[in-house]
């Protein structure tokens, strides 16, 4: 036999099956894990990891990575983390199926749901259409640096059939059958998965509501059905309701799919909202009920400390008012104009005052300028300080005025750390048993935030109090690898996939949060430094190591079931 092509050796293993931790080496060849204890043989590539703690790397079910994988293959900042495998196509927002003259529709649609840039997106992704094989060809050609599981999205599907009535009506039965052929198609095509949201707060580039809004509650259970015949394949979902906790109906509903398709379905993450800081039990309560009934509903459990970054040119954040989405939507000259009407602002600030029905609140003291290229001086200075500095009338004449004054781009970020009541939720939230740590939407609201670093906040913040290690990292990686029937995943055993995430125990941390501007057409994105992760390894090959890009190349767009 010739010798291994890595040996990991020294370290502390975790191995992702929930075993307490041993020390041992890791030998790896052709990509695979072939022995695991004591190894001899010197490998062609040698990991030192005395000290250090080697378990599988981790998969993210929750990304929105359909776009950047195009022109930046290595996931990032998802793999600085220990990533190895993105899940994509998250709430209903894959970019397949499409026909061609489609694929800018539903780049734009991505562009303004999920916070990137239209422009980068345009320049960036290089799919000309197709279903689920054509796009994993498209995206495997030039190589990638990590996994990638596609998800099939509603919205997607419905555009196909319906074309510009996918954002007006519901579907017809006969449509629905289509749906549901293209659904199959894309499983069996390899898709790990079928997506779909409901969320009043997503409206499309034009203002109205996304394809997956208008669907009545027979077509998702039609189109989760279509997952029953397939071995594997998981469902994301987020219904309308997930805020307050899920509606009679919602709850309903998602029990129908989930016995209709027979497969598990993962769903909005439970958050402590400073406006309703109990919500979060009753979607608790729901998944615990769902789960004596026998079904396998997991919500998503999210450790980030989400800074908000916003800007009034791309941003969602106020969607859920009217009068500021109808205006926020509109091109750049009419936008600009009636942002300044005094009649559009008194519209404003009558919804801005009428908090009933609203899932998000702002309070003006805690809206801030976190960048501003032509007012410097702004940095720092809360809405009340703009408006006695301006002159305003008020505090929304004082935050339209600012950024008018920057052509929108001026860039604010909402204030407040989360209090210890918070963190106490948060921590019964991560170590239930029902919850799967996720929401990191990487890829995603670019200009808003970045929360890549879950996997690090639970390793550095969660672990060992209340989760024990080897429990944390069978959450990031066998039990997420077995959702999604990524066999020989998500765990260190001989024969297994070789992933493989290397740490120092004594320097891992979370490191700032930076803005850099490393996109295609100048394409700027909030990133989340990590430290004290030694090496990343995928399918066998070291693509990061001490912090750095190795510059390799082995991902694979994985099937369920290989
Ligand atoms: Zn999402």
Redesign the pocket.
Known sequence: MSAPDLVVRGARVVDGTGLPSYSADIAVRDGRVMQVGRVDERGNVELDADGAVVAPGFVDI?T?YDAQLHWEPTASPSSWHGVTTVITG??GFSLFPARSEDVPWLLQMLSRVEGMPADTLAAGATFTGGGCADFAANLGAPGLGVNVGLQVGHSAVRRYVLGNAAVERAATDAEIGEMVELVRAAMREGAVGFTSSQLDMHVTHDGKPVPSNLAAPDELVALAGALSDFAGGAIEFISRTNLEGHSADDRALMLEMCAVSGKPMNISPLHPLPTQPDAWRSGMEFAEAAHQAGARIYPQSSTQQLQVFFALADTFLFDEMPAFRDTLTLPADERTRRLADPVVRDAMRAQWADTSNRAVVFRWEAIKVARADEHPDWVGRRVPELQALLGSADELDAFLDASLAEDLKLVFTLAGAPGRSSRAATAQIVAHPLTLPGSS?AG?HLSSYCGVDYTTRLLTEYVPDPVPLEAAVARLSSIPAALYDLRDRGVIRPGAAADLVVWDPARLAVGPTRWVEDFPARGGRFVVDAEGYLALVVNGEVVRRDGADTGARPGAVLRPGA
């Open positions: 929750h929105h998250n709430c939407d995603a």
